[in-house]
């Protein structure tokens, strides 16, 4: 059983970032969306990975199987997004949401962000399990940064001290 790395996003992951992300939203989650209707994927270098953000691959056997993104909004604050793990990849024996996470805080201690943010849905009960496990509480809307990034679909909001 080969292994699955966590590394940083490179220009030439971009196709296999969207293979992972837009089967989850439209076939598990139901969104009728596009590539592009999320600007910030062919952009990812200069939306992601600057500043005190940056994105990051889970890659196995040399396909990308999950993704997460650390949006630098100031004031020492950053917004989680683009979080997302194949099916293949999914479960504690894989392991591969709790590293992309473990990566991205290692990230935020080493940058000094003080606290990052997200926003999810009301439906994705496995995911506010996952985030309640690592250390988020949720918030109200109200409590967010002025400079958080609202989805659309987002009605559930997280915070985490770094």
């Known amino acids: 059983m080969s292994e699955i790395t966590v590394r940083p996003f490179e220009p030439k992951d971009a196709d296999g970032v969207i293979a992972v992300i837009l089967p989850i939203q439209r076939e598990e989650f139901g969104f009728s ?3 592009e209707d999320q600007p910030d994927l062919s952009v990812i270098p200069d939306f992601y990975q600057t500043g005190k953000g940056g994105f990051w691959v889970a890659e196995k056997d040399g396909k990308i199987v999950g993704t997460i993104g650390l949006k630098d909004i100031g004031n020492d604050q950053a917004t989680l997004r683009k979080m997302f793990v194949a099916a293949a990849a999914r479960g504690r024996e894989h392991g ?4 992309l996470l473990e990566q991205l805080f290692a990230h ?19 995911a506010h399990r996952f985030y309640e496990k690592h250390g988020f509480a949720q ?5 967010l940064p002025e400079a ?3 989805m659309k679909v987002d009605t559930r909001f997280y915070k985490r001290g770094v």
């Open 33 to 35: 969306i596009t590539a």
């Open 139 to 143: 918030v109200d809307k109200a409590d």
């Open 96 to 99: 591969t949401a709790a590293r």
């Open 148 to 150: 958080f990034l609202f």
């Open 108 to 126: 935020a201690t080493e940058t000094g962000l003080s606290e990052i943010f997200l926003g999810t849905t009301e439906r994705f009960l496995a």
